[in-house]
């Protein structure tokens, strides 16, 4: 079974950036589509960014041109750049392997927690 860890979270402002990591425990994640999904506080985890194991990405429209994943399989690592942040991006950030269609397939890690507020 293949564990996620991410980390990156943090508070910062409105307008600012974090950058997201997500580190996989197994050598072929570089086989994986994944995908960054966000639970925001009385709200589902929806998906947020994806990527296939080519590098296809695909955003959620909340997100388009202000985020962007990227990975690096040699260090079995997906990443998200956050930019322009907005008080509702505010969420638990969780990273998974994803299905064709980009629905989660494993279980999930612990998230890093996104606080956007001034």
């Known amino acids: 079974q293949v564990q996620f860890v991410e980390s990156g979270g943090g508070l910062v402002q409105p307008g600012g950036s974090l950058r997201l990591s997500c580190a996989a425990s197994?050598?072929?994640?570089?086989?994986?589509?994944m995908g960054w999904y966000r639970q925001a506080p009385g709200k589902q985890r929806e998906l947020v960014a994806g990527?296939?194991?080519?590098?296809?990405?695909n955003y959620a429209d909340s997100v388009k041109g202000r985020f962007a994943i990227s990975r690096d399989n040699a260090k079995n690592t997906v990443y998200l750049q956050m930019n322009s942040l907005k008080p509702e991006d505010t969420a638990v950030y969780y990273c998974?392997?994803?299905?064709?269609?980009?629905?989660?397939?494993?279980?999930w890690g612990q998230g890093t927690q996104v606080t956007v507020s001034s």
């Open positions: 990527i296939t194991s080519v590098g296809i990405t």
């Open positions: 998974n392997r994803g299905s064709a269609t980009m629905a989660p397939l494993m279980s």
């Open positions: 197994r050598s072929i994640f570089s086989m994986y589509n």
